[in-house]
């Protein structure tokens, strides 16, 4: 048995989380107890290692990626499992570049299927974009450079071969991609990478039970998507991080293949968003739950410096315990400020757009579509020019026309958006919407403002069922690109259409 026995208490875990949620700060007590006993069968996260650039001293970031087969350990030395990876056998390498900089990187295709390199949330040409249009064969390299030039965030890469996206991602191939600017290094956060700026992949995976990955072998990871019964982090099952007495900055990355997770500390414990996909809010937002849909990136900081020795924080979701934080130094604790002020986000000005137009998410398993269609790789659907700002509409309408209680379900994706608990039938429902080549801002949700958390810039939005969401977004770049479903069996299924920027 590979398998530890906790993997089948995940239901039982997760009403007792509701227990938690619903009873008043506090009231579950940190226990003092000994560290070691605490980290027991725990496994130390592992930090994805930064690239080296390969060719220092000029503008260019030189890097070389190697999409490969491995085996990767999750449960300890008795097994490895069969996986994918960047440059390793699971998840990928850290890309750091700052603003300004030239990315050149070559990508080798080792793997014994097409695969692609997308830049997720990149703004860069279409050909430059990775996406379904650009395959390559196994064997070949594809290398690609641009400037970097877009604000300080977390972006991530990942293959996007139309068809095989939600397979390529799942065995592993993804990695994180972090850009700095002028402002990123002036603000008084936290930027050790490794130490007090952690990067977290948060994953969902189903093992066999001689412990190698399983995809797609039931109808409902085909109607919505494929999730899992077992959470990783960087590619570590059952993680601990020892943090010192100071303030945290976490890079959250929802690398998983369809689950939307809301997290949140035990105990209560509030935190700061700073980042959305795109970059820096215009000022921290304090909250205690965190919703993150596939595709989604997030930047919080966590305030340990008032902790003692020993102190945990758990990071959860209603289902699963994510990460376990331990505070492992006796020492001072370091100052720890908070911005008031992180970065100047423009107003929104429609007073530029050029043109309107409306997607209408529907359908399940197979038959998922947009506008009624599905993906075609020879099909432009449409048609944009260079430097346009427009709306884009994006609606949520599950059956077109269909006899289900509409107002039911709408009432449901609200409540669901509003308590951040997860109504298990609307969630199933939500779609991600992600463009390509761009970073947009939500400009409404069902008629009103968007939370303050999704006022900055993003790349992709979960719309939830009978929801419309309304993004304003400039093209900036040329090329064929594409708009999609962010979970990956919907994306991979064809919900899915081309946009040319000319
Ligand atoms: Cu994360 Cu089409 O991509
Ligand atoms: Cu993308
Ligand atoms: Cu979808």
């Not at 400037?147 to 977390?154: C, E, F, R, S």
């Not at 506008?371 to 509409?393: H, K, S």
């Not at 900055?456 to 708009?483: A, C, I, S």
Request: hydrophobic share 40%.
């Amino acid at each position: 048995m590979i398998l530890p026995k906790r993997l089948f208490v995940v239901s039982l875990t997760a009403i007792m989380t509701w227990l938690v949620l619903a009873s008043p700060p506090g009231a579950i007590a940190a226990l003092a107890q000994d560290a070691s006993s605490f980290i027991g069968e725990k496994n130390a996260l592992k930090i994805p290692p930064l690239m080296k650039d390969e060719n220092p001293g000029t503008n260019a970031m030189d890097i070389t990626l190697r999409a490969m087969q491995g085996r990767t350990s999750f449960f300890g030395t008795e097994h490895y499992t069969k996986t994918l990876g960047y440059n390793g056998s699971y998840l990928g390498p850290a890309i750091k570049v700052e603003r300004g900089q030239i990315l050149h990187a070559r990508v080798i295709n080792e793997l014994d299927d097409d695969t692609t390199l997308h830049w997720h949330g990149m703004k860069v040409e279409g050909q430059k974009d990775g996406g379904p249009h650009y395959p390559f064969a196994p064997g070949e390299t594809w290398e690609v450079s641009f400037l970097v030039d877009q604000p300080a965030a977390i972006l991530w890469f990942h293959p996007h071969p139309h068809g095989r996206t939600g397979r390529q991602v799942y065995m592993g191939l993804a990695g994180i991609l972090i850009v700095e600017d002028d402002i990123s290094r002036n603000l008084d956060l936290p930027g050790n990478y490794g130490k007090n700026d952690i990067p977290l992949v948060i994953q969902d995976k189903r093992f066999s039970r001689n412990g190698e990955l399983v995809y797609l072998t039931h109808m409902m990871d085909t109607m919505h998507g494929m999730m899992g019964d077992v959470p990783v982090v960087n590619g570590t099952y059952n993680p601990y991080l020892e943090v010192e007495r100071e303030m945290i900055r976490f890079r959250l990355v929802n690398g998983s293949n369809a689950r939307v997770f809301d997290l949140f500390f035990e105990n209560n414990r509030t935190f700061w968003q700073i980042a959305s996909d795109g970059g820096f809010l215009s000022s921290p937002v304090q909250t205690r739950v965190l919703t993150l849909a596939p595709g989604e990136r997030a930047e919080i900081l966590v305030d340990f410096s008032s902790s003692q020795y020993g102190d945990r924080a758990i990071l959860r979701s209603p289902e699963f315990e994510i990460l376990a934080c331990l505070v492992n130094n006796n020492e001072g604790a370091k100052q720890s400020s908070l911005p008031r002020d992180l970065t100047q986000i423009e107003p929104v000005d429609t007073s530029e757009v050029v043109r309107n137009r409306t997607f209408v998410l529907s359908g399940m398993g197979p038959m998922v579509s947009i506008n009624g269609r599905q993906f075609d790789l020879d099909r432009i659907d449409e048609v944009v020019q260079l430097n346009d700002t427009e709306i884009w509409e994006i609606r949520n309408e599950m059956f077109q026309g269909g006899p289900m209680g509409g107002n039911m379900m709408r009432g449901m994706g609200r409540m669901d958006r509003m308590g951040g608990r997860g109504m298990p039938m609307a969630r199933a429902m939500a779609h991600p919407f992600h463009i390509h080549g761009v970073q947009f801002r939500v400009i409404e949700r069902d008629g009103s403002a968007p939370p303050i958390n999704e006022r900055g810039w993003k790349d992709t939005v979960l719309v939830y069922p009978y929801e419309t969401v309304r993004v304003l977004v400039q093209f900036q770049k040329k090329g064929t690109f594409v708009y999609h479903c962010h979970i990956l069996e919907h994306d991979d299924m064809g919900m899915m259409g081309s946009f040319v920027v000319e």
